[in-house]
Every structure is written in C-alpha cells, then in structure tokens.
C-alpha cells in the first residue's frame, strides 16, 4: 500500500503515508523485535472526551498539515493505537476522515464562492489544484470543475 501511495502520479496523501509507516514500524516490533508477548488490540474506541477534542481540532485544523501522531498525542495514545481506536470510534481510518472534511470544505467553496479551483484547493488543504481534482475524483466522482458548473 505504501509502495502503490508513494509511486501513483497524483501527490502522496502525506497523512496516510505517516498512518503507513506508523503501521509497519509497528508490525516490524511486533514480529521482529523478540517480543514474547504481543500487547492486546484495544478493545474499545476513543472516549467520549478523546473522541470529541480529535473532531474538533480536526474540524479546526483539517487544512494543515496534521500528523498521526500529533492527534494520538491529544488522545494520549501511541500511534497505532490511535489509528484502531479512532476506526473503531469514527468508522474510518483517519485519514479518510479528513480527506471527507477537506472535500466536503471544496465542495462547498466551490458552490457557494467565486473562487478560483487552484484557491479552493490551497484553502482546502490540498497542495494544488491537480491534486484537489484526482482526489475529488477518485472520491465523488465528479471534478471540481463538475462541482462549480452545478450551481
């Protein structure tokens, strides 16, 4: 997976990149590092509290660059722990999360400003408007430019 985010033409999704690379550094301790015993997959999602300070910095924050463990610190959680904790609470990993949050942001600059699509990708958190445009696309469906001409 982290071969296929790193080669595609499109730019890096740099969140998922970092939940990758969290992820395999914790499969190469947990089967390589000689470990006798495996620390347990948490059973439970985020709490009420954890939950509602990661969505609202989120929902502050999701046009910055944000790293995992910049939001599993707010949690005070490891990295991988946070990434299963935060799917088990949200329904999906963290990055799709805030992919869907700076595409539901696009979409609604798109419809209801005069903005230029390269503006809208830059506020949006997208690193340009190419970016923006496959990512709509592999996502909605649909182009910024589709977006724009529906109003």
């Not at 999602?45 to 954890?50: I, P, T, Y």
């Not at 600059?109 to 503006?119: F, G, K, T, Y």
């Not at 923006?132 to 592999?138: E, F, K, N």
Request: net charge positive; proline share 5%.
């Amino acid at each position: 997976m982290l071969k296929a985010e790193l080669t595609d033409r499109e730019t890096p999704n740099e969140f998922y990149v970092d939940s990758l690379v969290t992820m395999f550094g914790v499969h190469l301790l947990r089967n390589y590092a000689g470990a006798r015993k495996l620390p347990q997959a948490p059973k439970g999602g985020l709490s009420n509290r954890s939950a509602r300070r990661v969505r609202e910095f989120l929902e502050v924050n999701f046009s910055s660059k944000i790293a995992v463990a910049e939001l599993a610190a707010l949690c005070g959680l490891s990295p991988s722990h946070f990434i299963l904790a935060f799917t088990k609470t949200f329904g999906e990993p963290p990055h799709k999360y805030l992919l869907r949050l700076r595409l539901d942001f696009a979409e609604k600059l798109l419809i209801e400003s005069d903005l230029s699509i390269a503006e809208v990708a830059h506020l949006s958190g997208f690193s340009d408007q190419s970016h923006l445009t496959v990512t709509m696309s592999r996502y909605r469906n649909r182009t910024p430019r589709q977006v724009k001409l529906q109003r």
